[in-house]
C-alpha cells in the first residue's frame, strides 16, 4: 500500500511547509497551518499528475480578433463596475463581509437577466432552496425564470450544469462551501478552495457561460482563500459598506476585460438594494456647512468623480502619546500631513488628538486628498470654518508643495454640478477650468494655513 502524503498548508497565505507549526512563518498568522493530502487534486505529485504531451497550436498575433460578448444585466452600477456587463465565458469573484449584501445583488442581478432571456442557474452552498425562495419574494423578484440548487459537491455542480441546456449565467454561492472529490481535504481549505475555483473557471471557459463566485473575507477585508484564486478568475469585485449606513459600494480591483478601480453605489432598502446614480450628492448629504474641521474632497473613483465630505477633530490630549484614530484614509498618509503642517508650515498640531472620518464610510486611497485633509486640519485647529461651496483636491509634496493631479476637468464639472463655486488645488491646473467655477491655486501648503487662518473669526 502506497504511503499517504500530506503536507501542512497556510489557509491565510497558502505556504506549505513540511511540519506543523503554530505560527506561519510566511505570513505570521496564527493556527492557519493545516495538514492536507497531496496525493490527489491541484497538490499532486509528478506521478499522479503527468501531462498528456499532446502539443498545442500556435496561432500569429496579428490574426483578427473579436470584441468580448457581454450580456447586460440592466443595473447600470453594476454595468458600470463590470465594464458594460458580464463578459460570456468569464469567471468572476465577488468578496464582501457578511451580510452586506452579495447574495441580494447577484439574486437582483440573476433576475434582471432571466427577465432578459437569459438562461440563469443559482447555485447556493450555504442556504437551502426555501430561504432562496424567501429571499427572492421580499425583494419582489420571485416569478423570475431563476432555477435553483442547493449543493456543494463541484462534480455534482458540474454535471447538473452540463446536463441541461446551457446556461448563460451562473452564481456558485459561495466557493468556501464547495468541496471536490479529487482532493481529501476539509471544505474551506486553501487546496479545496482553489480546486473549486479551478474546475468552476475551466467550466466557463468550455461552455462560455458566465460564472459568478461569492467569496468570504478576512477581518482584514481581503477575500479567504489563497490569493491564486484571484489569479485564476477573469474578474475581483469588494461589495463595502459599513452596518451603520444604508449605501454599498461595489468596488472593481481586478478586470481583465474593463477599467480597475471603478465603482459602483447602492442603497440599501426594504425591496433589496437600489441603484444610487448620483453619489456625490448622497455623500453629501445633511453636511454641517457651518462646521470647523470640514472640508469637502472632489476624489476620482475609476473614471467617475466623486465629492466626499472630509472631517476632522483636533482636541487637546490628556496623553502624553496622543491619539490618532482615522477612518476611511490611510494612517500613514495622515502622519504625512502633519508632520508636512508642523515642520514647514509651523502649525503645531502634533501634541493634539487628532480624530479623521471620511463621511459616509468611502474608503479612500487617492493621494489627491492630502489638500483637503490638510485643509480641515488647519480649520479645526484654528476653529475657522471653512467656505461651504468650495472643494479642495491636491497632492502634497514632503517640502511643503502642492503639486496638481489628473483629471481636473472632470473634478471641476462634478463641483460646477452639485452647485460648488470654487475649488482650491495646486498650481498648474488650469486646463478645463469651468465658467463660474473660481479655481484658486496655491504653490505651497503654508500660503494656504495662512488664507485659513486669516478667515478665524474673532472671538468677542
Known sequence: MAKRKSSFVCQSCAATSTQWAGRCESCGEWNTIVEENINSGVGAGPKSARAAGVPTQLVPLSGESEDAARIITGIAE????????????????????????????LLQAAANLAQRGNRVIYVSGEEAIAQVRLRARRLGIDEADVSLASETNVETILATLEQTERPDFVVVDSIQTLWTDRVESAPGTVTQVRTSAQAMTRFAKKTGAAVVLVGHVTKDGQIAGPRVVEHMVDAVLYFEGDASHTFRILRGVKNRYGPTDEIGVFEMTQLGLKEVSNPSALFLDQRDKGAAGSAVFAGMEGTRPVLIEIQTLVAPSPLGTPRRAVVGWDS?????????????????????????????????????????????????????????????????????????????????????????????????????????????????????????????????
Not at 83 to 97: C, E, K, M, T
Not at 438 to 451: D, T
Open 332 to 460: 500613514a498618509r495622515l502622519s504625512m500631513v502633519l508632520a508636512v503642517l508642523e515642520t514647514r508650515c509651523g502649525v503645531r498640531i502634533g501634541a493634539n488628538d487628532i480624530y479623521l472620518n471620511v463621511a459616509g464610510g468611502l474608503k479612500i486611497s487617492e493621494p489627491a486628498a492630502d489638500l483637503a485633509v490638510a485643509a480641515a486640519l488647519i480649520s479645526s485647529l484654528s476653529g475657522a470654518p471653512l467656505p461651504a461651496d468650495a472643494v479642495y483636491f491636491g497632492e502634497i509634496s514632503l517640502s511643503g508643495g502642492i503639486r496638481p493631479v489628473v483629471h481636473t476637468p472632470l473634478r471641476l464639472r462634478e463641483a460646477a454640478k452639485l452647485g460648488f463655486a470654487s475649488a482650491f488645488t495646486g498650481q498648474g491646473s488650469k486646463d478645463g477650468v469651468l465658467a463660474g467655477l473660481e479655481l484658486l491655486e496655491f504653490s505651497s501648503l503654508a500660503e494656504l494655513a495662512g488664507r485659513i487662518a486669516a478667515s478665524r473669526p474673532k472671538s468677542a
Open 78 to 105: 453594476l454595468d458600470r463596475v463590470t465594464g458594460g456587463g458580464f463578459v460570456q465565458g468569464s469567471a468572476i469573484l465577488v468578496g464582501g463581509d457578511p451580510g452586506i449584501g452579495k447574495s441580494t445583488l
